[in-house]
């Protein structure tokens, strides 16, 4: 089933999260839960709100990172324990921003994946390349060190629970974006890796969104092909309306 998770960053406010998602529920009339899951990740802030406002409805609710520890002196963290008190479903590990601004490596994103599934929490794994990296014929070589090094100790019962979020990031907040056949063949790559990681069966079964300046005039080119199963959408998600057409591009 297609997941589209709105990737919200550092904006909106608890009173503008309140709003948005008033918003999101009143005009999303169309929603199929048995087609498509949708996710909101707001800031750590707006989970509260976020939470209670998606009370009792089909929608999702998300965060966009976790520490790998339980508890402790760990100065702006939050643990898995406080997320899964609001309701907290999914959560985005591995963001190319966190691995660029704050140092986060594989051997750190591969901690968080285990130890997030150990507590019930399903990861939004980020994998992409640089503009360097793609320009130098890299691409493949990077996402496939970025995936045995995240999946590596995972089970294959566990590996199936992980959404991968394909994002290079060259394309990231910037307007520009990967080409519908750049997209499906990195999928497919990512999926060729996961078979022989895993199995076939796993390669085909996880699924492996797209994300990258992904907007609503462009999303159905993107899900044309099945590989594709949904986004991580980051500035278009900021609006209610924006972020529904993307949502109902598979309905």
């Known amino acids: 089933m297609p997941i589209f998770a709105a990737n919200w960053k550092m904006?909106?406010?608890?009173?503008?999260?309140s709003k948005f998602i008033d918003e999101f529920k009143a005009n999303f009339k169309s929603f199929n839960k048995s087609k498509v899951e949708a996710v909101i990740c707001p800031p750590f802030t707006s989970l509260s709100k976020a939470a209670e406002k998606l009370a009792g409805t089909e929608f999702s609710l998300g965060a966009q990172n976790m520490n790998a520890e339980k508890e402790g002196a760990f100065t702006g963290e939050i643990s898995p324990a406080m997320l899964l008190e609001f309701g907290v479903k999914y959560v985005i590990i591995g963001h190319s921003e966190r691995r660029a601004y704050y140092n986060e490596t594989d051997a750190s994103v591969n901690k968080k994946l285990k130890f997030?599934?150990?507590?019930?929490?399903?990861?939004?794994?980020?994998?992409?390349?640089?503009?360097?990296?793609?320009?130098?014929?890299?691409?493949?070589?990077?996402?496939?060190?970025?995936?045995?090094?995240d999946f590596g100790g995972i089970s294959e019962q566990d590996a199936e629970k992980?959404?991968?979020?394909?994002?290079?990031?060259?394309?990231?907040g910037t307007g520009k974006n990967a080409t519908s056949k750049d997209a499906v063949d990195v999928v497919n790559f990512i999926r060729k890796t996961i078979s022989e990681i895993y199995s076939k069966p796993l390669s085909e079964k996880i699924r492996v969104q797209y994300g990258g300046s992904?907007?609503?005039?462009?999303?159905?080119?993107?899900?044309?092909?099945?590989?594709?199963?949904?986004?991580?959408?980051?500035?278009?998600?900021?609006?209610?309306?924006?972020?529904?057409?993307?949502?109902e591009s598979v309905l």
Do not use: H
């Open 11 to 17: 904006y909106k406010t608890f009173s503008e999260t």
């Open 116 to 149: 997030a599934m150990a507590n019930n929490l399903l990861p939004i794994l980020c994998v992409g390349e640089t503009i360097g990296e793609r320009e130098a014929g890299k691409t493949e070589s990077k996402i496939q060190n970025q995936i045995k090094e």
């Open 162 to 172: 992980i959404v991968i979020a394909y994002e290079p990031i060259w394309a990231i």
């Open 214 to 247: 992904v907007k609503p005039e462009n999303i159905v080119e993107y899900m044309k092909d099945e590989t594709i199963d949904g986004a991580l959408i980051g500035g278009a998600s900021l609006e209610a309306a924006k972020f529904i057409k993307i949502c």
